[in-house]
């Protein structure tokens, strides 16, 4: 980008900044969120700056995009909330209330969404895909150690989480179905 690109973006940004945050805020639900939204759309900004259009235009180019950007994020806040769902239902089939278990699945769930986005990853690289350390370390870019670590560390979260909730029957009682472990 030449000096004019960058002096034309740095002005459009001083002058619009304030409207664009305050459109993220109104129709976000949380201002990480607006954030974000502001963040991604001057970052289009900068990228596609000879598009700019003169003047007060710009603001409302920017509106455009910023619309875009809050599509994008509202869209991937549903694909979130999606796969929560499906991990739900997979929590149900793998930890449901039964005799043997004395684990009640709501509180199962609970705790689970309670954990770290880290943490919950790593069980569920486990769990539900079956990797291995040396798997997981290639699939994060960690070496094996810090794997074993850091699985060590989510386990001993969890399970703390889940005597905390008091949803143990009995000593010993399995909380992972037969075949798998955590």
């Not at 004019?4 to 129709?27: K, L, P």
């Not at 149900?92 to 954990?115: E, H, M, N, W």
């Not at 670590?149 to 000593?171: M, T």
């Amino acid at each position: 980008m030449d000096d004019d690109g960058a002096a034309r973006f740095e002005a459009v940004y001083r002058e619009t900044y304030d409207q664009i945050a305050a459109y993220a805020a109104r129709r976000c639900d949380s201002p990480q969120d607006a954030a974000d939204v502001v963040a991604e759309t001057f970052t289009v900004a900068w990228r596609r700056v000879g598009e700019l259009p003169p003047g007060q235009e710009a603001r409302l180019w920017l509106y455009g995009v910023a619309r875009r950007v809050l599509a994008d994020h509202r869209r991937s806040a549903v694909r979130h909330r999606l796969r929560s769902v499906e991990l739900d239902a997979e929590m149900v089939d793998l930890y449901g209330d039964s005799p043997d278990s004395g684990v009640g699945l709501s509180v199962i769930a609970a705790v689970f969404r309670s954990l770290s986005d880290d943490d919950r990853e790593l069980l569920s690289l486990v769990a539900w895909e079956g990797l291995g350390r040396e798997e997981i370390a290639t699939t994060l870019g960690l070496s094996r150690n810090a794997v074993r670590i850091r699985l060590y560390r989510a386990r001993r979260r969890f399970s703390r989480a889940l005597d905390g909730a008091d949803v143990r029957s009995a000593p010993g009682s399995r909380m992972v179905p037969t075949g798998r472990s955590l």
